[in-house]
C-alpha cells in the first residue's frame, strides 16, 4: 500500500507537458497522502537496493545512459538527496559533478560546452548538481551574469531566454534519441523553510561552513527565481524529459520521491544482463571442465 502510494507520489511530481504549468500548483510539502516517515524511509532502503540492480543490469547491457539533472534554490536538499538516494551504486559506473560558477576559459565557450564534456557513458548514470539551466536562471535574474560572458551584441536580445530555452530542450531531445534516459528534478522548497534551514546552518557549529554569504544575498530575488524556474519548466518539460517537481520542505519525502522516479525510469528500458548464444555456452563448458581437471 505504501509503494503504491509512493508511486503515486512521484508520478504527481511528473511534468511532461509545459503548457499552462505553474509552479504555484505544487506544494512544497507534497499531498495530504503520503507514506508516514517511517514508511518512506523503508522504501527508500528498498529503493537504493532496487536501484543498485538496475545500475547493474544497466551497466552489462551497454545500451542506455542515464542523466539526472538536479535544480533547485539554495538549502533544498540537493547534496543529501544525491547522497541518499544513490548511496548503493557501484561508483565505477556512476559520476557526479557539481557545477560553481564558470570560470573565465569556460566562459570563452558556449554555454552548454562544460555540461556536454561531462556527460555519462553509455551503461552509466550521470548526475548534475546545477546544470546547463543556470544559463536561464541565475544569469536571467541577475544581468551582470549575461555581461560576463561577453557575448555578441545582436545576440542579447530580449529573446535571449526564449531561444536558450529552445536550445536546451532541443538538446535533450537530441540525448533522449541517442539512448539518453533524461530526468530532471526541481527541488521545490518554501521561503519559510529555507529561512529556517539557514538559520539551522548558523546556530549548529557542524553546519556553519554551509552557508555562504552568497546565499542570503539571493533571497531577495525569490519571487524572480520562482518565475525564472516556472519559465524553464514550462519550456522544456516533455515526455522525452521529463521535469519532476518534488515537495522539498521535507526531506524524508523528497529522497523517496527521487529514488522512486530513477527507479521507475530505469524499470521502464528494462536492461538485461546480455545472454550468451550456443558458441559462448560451449565455451563455458570448456572452461568448467578445464578447471574441474585441474582440482583433479
Given amino acids: 500500500m505504501a509503494r503504491a502510494m509512493a508511486r ?8 511532461t507537458e ?3 504549468f505553474r ?9 495530504k497522502r503520503v507514506p508516514t516517515r517511517d514508511e518512506a524511509e523503508g522504501l527508500l532502503r528498498q529503493g537504493v537496493e532496487r536501484l543498485a540492480d538496475l545500475q547493474g543490469r544497466l551497466s552489462a547491457q551497454d545500451r542506455h545512459a542515464v542523466f539526472i539533472i538536479f535544480q533547485a534554490m539554495d538549502a533544498a536538499g540537493k547534496d543529501g538527496a544525491i547522497k541518499h538516494v544513490f548511496s548503493g551504486l557501484n561508483p565505477q559506473g556512476c559520476s557526479v559533478h557539481a557545477f560553481k560558477a564558470p570560470g573565465p576559459e569556460e566562459l570563452d565557450q558556449d554555454f552548454l560546452r562544460r555540461h556536454v564534456a561531462r556527460l555519462p557513458a553509455r551503461g552509466q548514470i550521470g548526475i548534475h548538481n546545477r546544470s546547463w539551466y543556470e544559463e536561464v536562471l541565475i544569469a ?12 555578441p551584441q545582436e545576440v542579447v536580445g530580449p529573446k535571449i531566454w526564449e531561444q536558450r530555452l529552445e536550445d536546451i530542450s532541443a538538446f535533450e531531445r537530441y540525448l533522449a534519441r541517442q539512448g ?19 538559520l539551522a546552518r548558523i546556530e549548529e557549529p557542524a553546519k556553519n561552513w554551509k552557508l555562504d554569504a552568497g546565499d542570503l544575498a539571493e533571497r531577495p530575488y525569490w519571487d524572480a527565481y520562482q518565475e525564472a524556474y516556472e519559465a524553464a519548466i514550462r519550456a522544456t518539460a516533455t515526455p522525452q524529459a521529463p521535469w519532476y517537481v518534488v515537495p522539498a520542505d521535507r526531506k524524508w519525502l523528497t529522497r523517496l520521491v527521487v529514488v522512486e522516479a530513477v527507479v521507475e525510469a530505469l524499470e521502464a528500458i528494462d536492461p538485461r544482463y546480455p545472454t550468451l548464444d550456443a558458441a559462448g555456452q560451449e565455451r563455458l563448458r570448456h572452461a568448467a571442465e578445464t578447471l574441474a581437471a585441474e582440482k583433479g
Fill in 8 to 15: 503515486q507520489l512521484a508520478a504527481g511530481c511528473r511534468v
Fill in 18 to 20: 509545459g503548457g499552462g
Fill in 23 to 31: 509552479l504555484a500548483s505544487h506544494s512544497t510539502r507534497g499531498p
Fill in 140 to 151: 536571467r535574474v541577475h544581468s551582470s551574469v549575461l555581461a560576463r560572458q561577453r557575448l
Fill in 180 to 198: 539518453y534516459v533524461v530526468l530532471k528534478f526541481f527541488l521545490h522548497l518554501s521561503r519559510d523553510e529555507q529561512r529556517k534551514r539557514f
